[in-house]
């Protein structure tokens, strides 16, 4: 095992103590003040201030693990605090959400009264539907009051008392929380954070860099909580429907079985051979009214039996023999015919015949939901002379299911919760944070200046991804490739460089030999490139073209300077070098030297991977001989089509031409010169061009004379 290993394992073992630790004290702090509360009579719960302050301190972990097992234990004292875990997981969920950078000011008032409506709103309506309308606890009094002087409807007022009551107990809950987390110091705060990291930890602003990675469709996390939200829900939908109709089916069958034991004891109270006496005499029949005390004392003795009775079934009807009167409906007299119930006559013809009847289940608005039980009584003859008859009370059962189905759903809410947040926590800090990081790592490699991909590889290094798994794997691949790549990157950008220069090189040589073929030009390539340099400072100096001229546009133009006559390559040395003036076709042919020049350096900057200066060199070398008033070659533009680093070059190269001396006239006086470039103005010359010319004279002079040495 690694040292990196051993570490690794011990930063796992002391985050586990720590997580243990904080939830044991959440646990305690809410069982403690919850038996304080209760030893006092105060009217207030107090039993979620441990999950607050646990989910506040370390995150929604600790929190859920506090909410839930404080009712568990709450539990072994009175069973039904465990359904009311799930409230403690949502405050538990909740008090997270809001208290990320720590409990805010703004936060407090919106965090009380959220975790009221989830203590006294759903807390009220799951206590509704477990237990009915509250007849006990520290909101009972309250709620009846409500419910006599407010409302008409005693679920509103169970569920005002239960949300204003909880409002101060929340009130106190987090007020308390947040006094524990003004007193208790950050470094201690930091240190609880229960955090996953499988990684080297990020900080908030990283975190908030790589959270904010947009992808193209659904996001990873996205994807992954919504099939465990599915698989938790189908599993959890299942279990609950199968509990459910397991539950309902036993309690039926309960009910079945007590009925039928109720319908044997009226049968075996009854003797059969009497019946047609009772008919007959009615209460006069011997033996009759101790018979039906007998019946009565058992019906009485369960409020699941709704009705009781004996009826001989014929064809005209129901002959009554025994019924046993209720609050609601007055009992039918014995003798009296009636006509067949519902159920009887889905049946009519089994009772007729005197057949055992199954049991039948029917639901109306007037009796509500109704089991009924139907048992054939024989004579000595074995003749069917009556049926004894039980309708057992659904109702009631009804009530028990749907407390059982909250019950459930309570339970399983709060499981699934708990899941879905684990998931959560395991998925970011073991798959989200590991691949977001190394993505937002890739993103500024791939897009930044080489210091700063140099940055991103040590970064992506730096990561130290250590889950353990295919990702752990995947991240040493990316990081070696990454360095790989950058390797690569760096000693292809330095190979590029070279052969760039090397090709610029190679332009300036040719540029060089050019100059050496003309024998009039001399230093016209150096001297044209020093005006140029002088003119575009001056205009910068002045303001004008604020847009173009930047540093980098004035180095590149003065580096590019030396090639505004590279085509004359293309020129021939009788026409370059001829002693008198050119002939009109001569003349025609050394102006194609702009063309020229354009094509010679469009195909080195084909070649090449940056242009940077060549750009501009291609634009001087095409229209250095343009004319401010459109007359000249080769394009015929005119003022401010003509390109600016052109406009500058026609100063500096007309003007040098005039001080040079050439095989057909003498060199002209600075000052001639000058006044030649100003007459210019306007007509050959960019009128600004020309006024910063004149305004660096004294530069330009100095130049002039340095080269004339």
């Known amino acids: 095992m690694t040292e990196k290993d051993i570490n690794k394992r011990g930063d796992g073992i002391k985050r586990l103590i720590e997580l243990i630790v904080l939830s044991a004290f959440g646990v305690l702090l809410n069982i403690a003040l919850s038996r304080i509360s209760t030893k006092n009579g105060w009217p207030f719960y107090l039993d979620a201030v441990g999950t607050v302050l646990a989910a506040a301190v370390g995150g929604a972990l600790p929190g859920i693990i506090v909410g839930l097992f404080t009712n568990v234990f709450k539990s072994l004292s009175d069973w039904n605090s465990i359904y009311y875990g799930t409230l403690n997981v949502m405050m538990a969920v909740a008090t997270t959400l809001f208290t990320r950078d720590g409990l805010k000011k703004r936060n407090v008032i919106p965090l009380i009264f959220i975790l009221a409506a989830i203590g006294g709103g759903l807390g009220s309506i799951m206590t509704w539907f477990l237990f009915g309308f509250a007849g006990e606890g520290v909101t009972a009094d309250l709620a009846i009051w409500f419910h006599s002087h407010v409302f008409s409807s005693r679920f509103f007022s169970q569920i005002t008392a239960d949300f204003l009551i909880d409002l101060g107990d929340k009130t106190i809950t987090v007020i308390a929380a947040g006094l524990a987390l003004w007193i208790v110091p950050d470094s201690v705060i930091q240190n609880l954070l229960i955090h996953g990291w499988r990684q080297k930890p990020l900080d908030k602003n990283e975190l908030h860099d790589i959270n904010r990675t947009k992808v193209r469709q659904i996001s990873l996390r996205s994807k992954l909580m919504l099939l465990i939200s599915v698989a938790v829900t189908v599993i959890a939908a299942v279990s609950i429907a199968i509990g459910y109709s397991l539950y309902r089916e036993t309690t039926i069958q309960d009910h079945t079985e007590f009925a039928r034991g109720i319908v044997k004891y009226q049968k075996d109270c009854i003797d059969p051979d009497m019946v047609e006496t009772y008919l007959v005499q009615k209460r006069a029949a011997p033996g009759y009214k101790e018979v039906e005390e007998q019946l009565n004392l058992t019906f009485i003795s369960s409020e699941n039996i709704q009705f009781m009775y004996v009826y001989q079934i014929k064809e005209d009807g129901c002959h009554v ?389």
């Open 321 to 709: 023999v025994f019924d046993m009167d209720t609050q609601e409906v007055k009992a039918n007299e014995p003798g009296v015919v009636i006509s067949y119930p519902d159920d009887i006559e889905k049946h009519l013809d089994d009772f007729l015949a005197g057949r055992e009847v199954e049991p039948t289940v029917s639901n109306d608005n007037r009796f509500g939901w109704v089991l009924s039980i139907y048992e054939p009584i024989y004579d000595s003859n074995g003749k069917c002379v009556c049926y004894s008859c039980v309708d057992i009370s659904m109702s009631k059962m009804q009530d028990l299911m749907r407390a059982y189905l909250a019950k459930q759903i309570s339970l399983f809410l709060g499981i699934v919760i708990m899941v879905l947040c684990l998931a959560v926590w395991l998925s970011d800090y073991h798959i989200i944070f590991p691949l977001n990081s190394m993505s937002h790592g890739a993103s500024t490699f791939a897009f930044k200046s080489t210091e700063e991909r140099d940055e991103s590889v040590e970064r992506i290094k730096s990561l130290q991804i250590r889950t353990g798994d295919e990702i752990e794997n995947l991240y040493a691949a990316y990081a070696h490739t990454t360095e790989e790549s950058m390797r690569y990157l760096t000693e292809s950008r330095r190979k590029t460089q070279q052969i760039n220069k090397l090709q610029g090189g190679l332009l300036m040589v040719l540029a060089d030999v050019i100059e050496s073929r003309d024998k009039c030009t001399g230093d016209h390539i150096r001297k044209t490139a020093e005006y140029s340099r002088v003119i575009l400072e001056k205009l910068k100096e002045q303001g004008e073209f604020p847009d173009i001229l930047t540093d980098e546009y004035i180095n590149n133009v003065v580096r590019a300077a030396p090639l505004h006559d590279i085509g004359k390559i293309n020129i021939p040395d009788a026409i370059l070098n001829k002693d008198t003036r050119l002939t009109d076709e001569e003349y025609e042919i050394m102006k194609g030297h702009a063309n020229a020049g354009y094509e010679i350096i469009e195909k080195a900057i084909a070649n090449l991977t940056e242009s940077g200066y060549l750009e501009q060199a291609k634009q001087m070398a095409h229209y250095h001989h343009e004319k401010w008033d459109g007359s000249g070659y080769p394009e015929h533009l005119k003022e401010g089509d003509i390109p600016l680093s052109a406009r500058v070059m026609a100063v500096a190269d007309v003007f040098d031409a005039l001080l040079s001396r050439r095989s057909y006239k003498e060199p002209f006086t600075f000052e001639k010169a000058m006044s030649i470039i100003k007459e210019g103005s306007g007509k050959h010359f960019d009128p600004k061009v020309v006024s910063a010319f004149e305004a660096a004279s004294e530069e330009i002079k100095k130049i002039s004379e340095r080269f004339a040495d």
